[in-house]
């Protein structure tokens, strides 16, 4: 028989990283219950990280919505930090994983953060509407306040490349059509709209919802915390990343840097000078 001391160190041990997704032992592997073998073949990757992610099996709808962030945030080709330093890596000799993991860790506030700001804006408009204000005011409101604070670029709306990026309305057209069923609430849809129709009234020009605005739409109709939205989008760039790394890989080429050798830098320090000086 066990002895105490025994039992609480066994104890101790188990709950040091306590986990409610996957559950182990020889010959038996369960995520959140599934067993692994009745998973395969049987549920879809979208299926597979709502499941991870959330805990439950997502219906069919929306594991469908989750698919349209995912495939549409894949990639935007070289010119993309992350799939530059995917390609640089994988000139340098480094493997697959390595050039994968250089490229997802610039994903950060200004190079894939946007959806998850979005997120956070969309639902503090949300939180801060009432009937009596409306959406417009309670909007608006909220964008002077954001650019009062010195910021310029609202997330998720606007591209440095794209007057209009063609991923987004197709994404916003779903989200109504998902809406209209009664998949989603619509609410963040229309707080996004909206948006795009205030940014124009206080800028005097249109700035068009792009892809992280977008995919922000569908994954707080989802409801995934703000968070999560960078996550996805990790996932769902990774796939970019991979494919560039490995045509990068396939083409050969040693130590590519950002522009081609013959082109140099601008430098703009002191002048020519001796040590002896």
């Known amino acids: 028989m066990t002895s105490d001391p025994e039992h609480r160190l066994e104890k101790e041990v188990s709950d040091w990283w306590r986990t409610e997704i996957i559950e182990m032992s020889p010959g038996e592997i369960r995520f959140r219950g599934y067993a692994i073998e009745e998973l395969i073949g049987n549920i879809s990757f979208a299926q597979m990280i709502?499941?991870?992610?959330?805990?439950e099996l997502p219906t069919k709808e929306q594991s469908s919505l989750l698919e349209i962030a995912l495939v549409a945030g894949v990639d935007h080709g070289p010119q993309a930090p992350s799939i530059a330093i995917?390609?640089?890596?994988?000139?340098?000799?480094?493997?697959?994983?390595?050039?994968m993991a250089s490229a997802l860790n610039v994903l950060g506030d200004v190079h894939g953060g946007a959806g998850e700001q979005a997120v956070e804006l969309y639902t503090q408009i949300i939180d801060e509407n009432t009937q009596e204000v409306g959406l417009r005011a309670?909007?608006?409101?909220?964008?002077?306040?954001f650019f009062e604070t010195g910021q310029k670029f609202v997330p998720g709306f606007g591209h440095r490349f794209h007057p209009v990026d063609p991923r987004a309305p197709r994404i916003l057209k779903l989200m109504e059509d998902a809406a209209q069923k009664g998949v989603v609430s619509g609410e963040f849809v229309a707080v996004a709209s909206q948006i795009e129709k205030s940014l124009e009234h206080?800028?005097?020009?249109?700035?068009?919802?792009?892809?992280d605005g977008a995919t922000a739409v569908v994954l707080a109709e989802l409801g995934f915390p703000a968070p999560l939205a960078r996550g996805i989008f990790c996932l769902s760039r990774s796939l970019g990343i991979l494919s560039h790394a490995w045509e990068q890989t396939e083409q050969g080429g040693r130590n590519k840097g950002p522009i081609p050798r013959r082109f140099l830098w601008?430098?703009?320090?002191?002048?020519h000078?001796?040590?002896s000086e």
């Open 266 to 271: 601008a430098y703009e320090g002191e002048g």
């Open 86 to 99: 995917a390609r640089m890596s994988a000139t340098c000799g480094v493997g697959l994983n390595n050039a």
């Open 50 to 55: 709502w499941l991870m992610l959330r805990g």
């Open 202 to 211: 206080i800028k005097g020009k249109r700035i068009p919802m792009n892809i």
């Open 138 to 145: 309670t909007t608006e409101s909220a964008l002077k306040r």
């Open 273 to 275: 000078r001796a040590l």
